[in-house]
């Protein structure tokens, strides 16, 4: 029996993994999906990891500074994290969003103690189609408010704490809880954390683990498609087409990418089979993995993770 927590911050991590064996019999694919439960982290998101990482890191390094107020621009699943962790620790949150991500994220943030700074898309986005031209706008707003608040930069693209949290813990996890048989390990790359962090802390333990990024396939810049549609697709909070700086390309063993309808009937099919009420980017994983079972790796071993919990997007097509 787990003991009492002091904190709401110490339920974080050590998620469970459940064998995804209705979907490959659904979908008559040979091999294993082993999926990490990130939904069940206390922001209902993997991103709950990242921001713990980052607070604690910067207040020890005294960076951060006792009561100074913290500001990160966010999908909502980061924004989420740094809230709770922020108002456990005593640090005032503010985050900075795009009015493109789904109504109840910024309403979660604000339950929990948060600043929300909703950010206008650009001219021609559509609402629930989060693209890189949107995040470049957030991101100046970002900037804007740090200098004026006096803001610590919670920057989980650039801060190394931030894919250190997968590194250190998602991946160790992962390694024990499976006993070191793992073949594969694919993710949806937002801001790159988890599958810098997790695929490096893989390879450590065996460098023949083969890791592939998932893309939308209007975004597919890592397996050097073009974009289209300006980018625009519907799996909220990854694939904004940028070469991110937390991604070592050495680490890529491939390339896979996903529809949204591919996404979004993944995710419902998770639910219906498995249980697991889960966000459209999960959905993307775990077709992502079919694929691969389909193909090169038949009769393989793949692990991921399940980012966020499906009461994320009650507002938007995937549950209707």
């Not at 107020?69 to 999908?75: Q, R």
């Not at 998602?170 to 937002?190: K, L, P, R, S, Y």
């Not at 089979?273 to 966000?279: D, I, K, M």
Request: with cysteine; proline share 2%; aromatic share 6%.
């Amino acid at each position: 029996m787990a003991k009492i927590l002091e904190n709401i911050y110490e339920a974080i991590g050590n998620t469970p993994l459940l064998h995804l064996r209705r979907m490959t019999e659904y979908y008559g694919v040979a091999g294993d999906i082993y999926a990490k439960l990130e939904y069940l982290n206390p922001g209902y998101s993997k991103k709950d990891r990242p921001a713990l990482q980052m607070i604690e890191e910067a207040q020890a390094s005294g960076e951060l500074k006792p009561g100074q107020p913290v500001i990160e621009l966010t999908s909502g699943n980061t924004g989420t994290g740094l809230s709770l962790v922020c108002q456990a620790k005593g640090h005032p949150f503010i985050a900075v969003m795009s009015e493109g991500n789904s109504v109840e994220r910024a309403r979660m943030m604000r339950a929990l103690g948060a600043e929300v700074v909703l950010v206008p898309q650009c001219e021609g986005s559509v609402k629930g189609q989060v693209s890189g031209k949107d995040l470049a706008l957030v991101e100046q707003r970002a900037q804007q408010l740090q200098k004026e608040r006096g803001a610590f930069r919670a920057d989980q693209f650039k801060l190394e704490s931030s894919y250190r949290a997968h590194l250190l813990h998602t991946a160790q996890e992962m390694w024990e809880q499976t006993d070191g048989q793992i073949d594969c390990f694919v993710d949806i790359v937002g801001s790159g954390g988890t599958f810098e962090g997790c695929a490096e802390g893989l390879k450590a333990h065996r460098s023949d683990i083969r890791c592939y990024v998932v893309e939308p396939e209007t975004a597919a810049v890592y397996a050097g498609h073009s974009v289209q549609n300006e980018g625009r697709h519907k799996i909220q909070g990854c694939g904004y087409a940028m070469d991110l700086v937390s991604v070592k390309k050495e680490l890529i063993d491939g390339c896979i990418q996903v529809s949204d309808e591919d996404a979004l009937q993944t995710a419902r099919d998770l639910a219906r089979l498995e249980g697991t009420f889960v966000g459209i980017s999960s959905g993307a994983n775990v077709h992502a993995a079919i694929q691969l079972l389909r193909g090169k790796e038949k009769g393989k071993k793949i692990i991921l993770t399940l980012n966020d919990s499906g009461l994320k997007y009650l507002s938007t097509d995937l549950f209707e």
